[in-house]
């Protein structure tokens, strides 16, 4: 049975194409379509994480094993194995005191690109927080035995580039501060759901101590996300009036 001509069409990949394909990804080709390397935006202090974006709506999805541009956005862990929750626990600390040690170089960023004054103090008084979270996360490698380096913030480091690609695209400062506040909240989001979750895994193995370390910072996480959320009518209300 010959193909409708459309479908035919579709499947064909110039070599043009493929070359193109190459010259993005290095090596072997790995995707029939078109794909455009795009700039990352440099993070001070921050590894950078290449991004590349398919030009055409067709492309398949591509596995890790198949695309060497992941491994270097998801480099392996030296023990990748999780055979206990002990072990997922420990994994989770690393990578959130990481998170956090990027967070607190990025606060100030985010304080000074706010107008308003509430959303400024807001963020530098969360930054002063945020090193007492450090500080926590480092007992509890302490109680549990291990060093709190290991983590890469994956999920961090891209809601932090989210903020600072727009940042340095500039705008009217009302709306930057309601896209500051959305950028705060989701961060916050993410750091409850940890906290909480790191609470559950240590009560359960019997590790008290690191529980209550991890209580404490999920209350302040909680009063962080409360305060930020009484300050979104005011902020919205401000970033939908037109620029003058």
Not at 193 to 199: E, K, N, R, V
């Amino acid at each position: 049975m010959v193909p409708p001509q459309g479908m035919a069409a579709a499947g064909r990949v110039s070599a043009r194409d493929r070359k193109v394909t190459r010259g993005a990804f290095p090596g072997k080709a790995h995707c029939g379509v078109k794909c455009l390397s795009v700039p990352h935006v440099s993070l001070s202090r921050f590894d950078a994480i290449p991004r590349a974006y398919p030009q055409d709506s067709r492309a398949r999805r591509i596995s890790r094993s198949e695309a060497p541009w992941t491994r270097q956005l998801h480099p392996r862990r030296e023990t990748m194995q999780l055979n206990n929750l002990r072990r997922l626990l420990i994994d989770e600390v690393q990578e959130l005191y990481f998170s956090e040690t990027l967070l607190e170089q990025s606060l100030p960023r985010m304080a000074q690109g706010a107008d308003a004054a509430d959303l400024k103090n807001a963020f530098q008084k969360h930054h002063e927080q945020t090193k007492a979270h450090i500080e926590r996360l480092d007992q509890a490698c302490s109680l549990l035995a291990v060093s709190p380096r290991g983590g890469h913030g994956f999920a961090i480091k891209a809601m932090i580039r989210e903020v600072e690609d727009r940042l340095g695209e500039g705008g009217d400062p009302h709306v930057i501060d309601a896209m500051l506040l959305a950028a705060a909240r989701r961060v916050e989001h993410w750091e409850i759901a940890t906290y909480s979750t790191l609470q559950l895994y240590a009560t359960a193995l019997d590790q008290d101590k690191v529980a209550e370390l991890f209580s404490q910072t999920l209350a302040e996480e909680l009063e962080t996300e409360k305060t930020l959320a009484n300050m979104a009518a005011q902020v919205h209300g401000e970033a939908k009036q037109p620029a003058h």
